[in-house]
Nanobody, 130 residues
């Protein structure tokens, strides 16, 4: 099975930047879609960004223009560069892997809820202070 380990979370001031990493331990890495999600206390889990095996990306409206998802296939790592962080970005951030074969439709309309069928890491905490 695929194993995901997030790192890079920290406490930063508003306007600061962080780079989260998701190490993916799976020889079939290229067959997975990878997503970043976040959940704040008392709030529903929210899809932040996702990347397909061919490099196509998706972003939540709330982070578009500030966050960038990227991948280094050689290292088996997916990154989330977060710039201009805001207090509302405070949450536990998780990465998840979804086998591409489980995606029935086009990438542009992918329901990120399908990641619930995949594999999840333990999360890394991001705290943004005012």
């Amino acid at each position: 099975q695929v194993v995901l380990v997030e790192s890079g979370g920290d406490s930063v001031q508003s306007g600061g930047s962080l780079r989260l990493s998701c190490a993916v331990s799976e020889h079939s890495y290229s067959s997975y879609y990878i997503g970043w999600f976040r959940q704040a206390p008392g709030k529903a889990r929210e899809g932040v960004a996702a990347i397909a095996d061919d490099g196509r990306t998706r972003y939540a409206t709330s982070v578009m223009g500030r966050f960038t998802i990227s991948q280094d296939n050689a290292k088996g790592t997916v990154f989330l560069q977060m710039n201009n962080l805001k207090p509302e970005d405070t949450a536990m951030y998780y990465c998840a892997a979804l086998e591409s074969a489980r995606v029935p439709g086009p990438w542009a309309t992918l329901d990120l809820g399908l990641f619930n069928l995949g594999h999840w890491g333990q999360g890394t905490q991001v705290t943004v202070s005012s």
